[in-house]
């Protein structure tokens, strides 16, 4: 079978070693393609491929009607929404993720932001300390869980909110359970955002829960910029001298943003996230895994398309 690595983005070179291990390993022939610029290139990449891992690399119906031959794809990290799931589903290919497996990349990442913020972005002047402050995790899953073990190391008070896990999967990790989202928002100074890019959160954070944030509340956002209001994430910033915002992914109206609010904003230059040789490491070969897997015992752990 041939598998394609697919990243506009591309892993450490010790990652795709250990990737090419298992494929070539396995019998199975392995192929690049890393830093592509236009659709196009991808589309030519995938013509007689079996098998796919992404990152973020966006796996549209374009590119799956390309794929002739493709019966698997795996995105290299959490959040799916880059893949068309439909389109997979159609064709009756496998779509995967690797849930888990670069979450510690992600939270450490959070808790970077919160200190750099409240360091006054690294400028000279007073900051303020994280310790005894409240954290909102918004959304407990694999990421969530790890900020809120982070957190608690720098003795800030965790919260988090989220109508999936049970109240005492919370709770037995000493994060005090929030019954709604607007009272996360409203007892947090920093509220660290977690939720996946779904028809259900696109948009959904605006000026109705950022308003209710306490006074010097500082948003972060490792999650997806398409669950942010933008153009309310603007006027709440103009409304609330006190708030901050600071983003892993820049929004689209960033340029605005940071002309119009300076260090009060923060958005990496490219999302980084999951740009550690560890994050790579795990989640690009447990991709590997899960396709050699499935090719030798149909095992679809993981499939997100079912
Ligand atoms: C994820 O969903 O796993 C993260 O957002 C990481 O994305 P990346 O692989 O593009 O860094």
Do not use: W
């Amino acid at each position: 079978m041939k598998v394609l690595v697919a990243t506009d983005k591309p892993f450490a070179k010790v990652a795709v070693d250990g990737i090419r291990k298992i494929v070539e390993g396995s019998g199975n022939e392995l192929c690049l393609l890393e830093k592509y610029t236009t659709p196009e290139e991808l589309y030519a990449a995938v013509v007689d491929v079996d098998a796919m891992i992404v990152r973020s690399d966006k796996v549209t119906k374009e590119v799956i009607d390309a794929a002739k031959q493709l019966k698997i794809v795996v995105r290299a990290g959490a959040g799916y929404d880059n893949l068309d799931l439909a389109a997979c589903t159609q064709r009756g290919i496998v779509a995967m993720n690797t849930p888990g497996q670069n979450s510690n990349a992600v939270a450490e990442l959070a808790l970077g932001m919160m200190v750099y913020m409240a360091r006054n972005t690294f400028q000279p002047g007073t900051g303020s300390e994280l310790k005894g402050k409240k954290l909102g995790i918004h959304a407990y899953g694999n990421v969530g869980r790890l900020v809120a073990g982070i957190a608690k190391g720098f003795g800030m008070e965790v919260f988090a909110f989220d109508p999936f896990v049970p109240a005492d999967t919370i709770s037995k990790d000493g994060v005090k359970v929030v019954n709604t989202v607007e009272e996360l928002y409203s007892s947090c100074h920093y509220v660290s955002l977690h939720i996946p890019a779904n028809a259900q959160t696109k948009g959904s954070i605006g000026q109705a829960l950022l308003s209710q944030m306490p006074k010097g509340g500082c948003l972060v956002n490792t999650a997806r910029k398409e669950v942010i209001n933008e153009a309310e994430l603007l006027l709440i910033l103009e409304e609330r001298p006190d708030l901050k915002y600071a983003t892993d992914i820049a929004a689209d109206n960033q340029a605005v943003l940071n002309e119009k609010f300076g260090t009060r904003v923060f958005a990496t230059s490219k999302k980084m996230g999951a740009e550690t040789a560890e994050a790579n490491i795990n989640a690009g070969l447990a991709s590997a895994n899960q396709i050699v897997k499935f090719f030798q015992t149909g095992d679809k752990t993981f499939q997100v398309n079912k």
